[in-house]
């Protein structure tokens, strides 16, 4: 099925990922990182993971947020626009930062479709159940940073489906600009910087039924994601494998009620929905189905 897909650079490397706001405001960063540093944002779910890797002390967070708009069109208001938007987040020791360790490690973040299934463990963003054993072990191999790119990742013939997008060049954290020390609906430890790792957004169904049906798809699908980082002083090429479903519904926002796994009727119907961005932080690997 064909997945027409604009995709808007907010990065050609992996620099502009901590693009600078030493002028004590986020009018260049992303435009999620601004609206969480304004408390200008409210999401509608959440999930978070934590995860090791081999020579660093603290852990890292993976987190990933959604948010949502139904249209409103009235005589007062002509709104014919449906959104929902997908947002990961990854939150590092404030004393990585601006450190040489912060300078010198090298992450890759890729990224497949969401799916349509549950893991069959309860905690830790497992992909059992999720994707099968292959996938995963093939997932593991991912290339990550190599001569300052991203290695690119096939995984099709294990996995059923392709790499849907990846980062071109590895992030590093040489600097704390253009990060948050929080994250509405997540609770992170003190002393932690969060960045925005991708952000895409898709046109929902402006009837209020089908915005629904997709709102309740899009708050459960585990997204399949992996971070592949090249740490200081270890000679093998770290790799963390999540698949993470924004479960965590904030207050006030709908509890999802629709079927899920949803039957065929009902996934073609989101399915089929158009993704209008990827605004993605130096991400220009995007594979087009």
């Not at 912060?102 to 299934?117: F, I, L, R």
Request: charged share 20%.
């Amino acid at each position: 099925m064909m997945n027409l897909i604009r995709c808007f650079l907010l990065a050609a490397s992996a620099a502009q990922i901590l693009a600078q706001n030493t002028n004590g405001t986020y009018d260049e960063c992303q435009p999620i990182i601004k609206d969480v540093a304004e408390d200008d944002i409210r999401f509608n779910s959440t999930g978070s993971t934590s995860f090791d890797f081999a020579g660093q002390k603290d852990p890292w967070y993976l987190s990933m947020a959604t948010f949502f708009h139904l249209a409103r069109n009235t005589s007062e208001v002509r709104d014919l626009s449906s959104t929902g938007e997908r947002a990961v987040f990854l939150s590092v020791p404030q004393s990585l930062t601006g450190s040489t360790r912060g300078n010198n490690t090298e992450v890759c973040y890729y990224q497949m479709d969401p799916v349509n299934a549950t893991s069959n463990v309860t905690d830790g963003a497992s992909c059992n159940g999720v994707l099968s054993d292959k996938c995963q072990e093939a997932l593991r191999r991912s290339g990550g940073p190599f001569n300052g790119i991203c290695s690119s990742v096939d995984i099709e013939e294990d996995c059923g489906n392709p790499m849907r997008l990846w980062t071109s060049k590895p992030f590093n954290f040489s600097s704390s600009d253009c990060s948050v020390d929080k994250l509405p609906g997540v609770t992170l430890p003190k002393g932690y910087r969060t960045f925005n790792v991708m952000s895409e957004g898709h046109s929902l169904p402006r009837q209020e039924d089908g915005f629904l049906d997709a709102y309740d798809l899009m708050v459960r699908q585990p997204l399949p994601m992996v971070l592949a980082a090249k740490i200081p002083g270890q000679n093998m090429i770290a790799v963390k494998v999540a698949c993470m479903a924004p479960e965590n519904i904030t207050a006030n926002s709908r509890i999802p009620d629709s079927e899920f796994p949803p039957n065929g009727a009902a996934d073609l119907k989101v399915r089929t929905m158009a993704t209008f961005a990827m605004a993605v932080a130096c991400i220009v690997g995007v594979m087009l189905v």
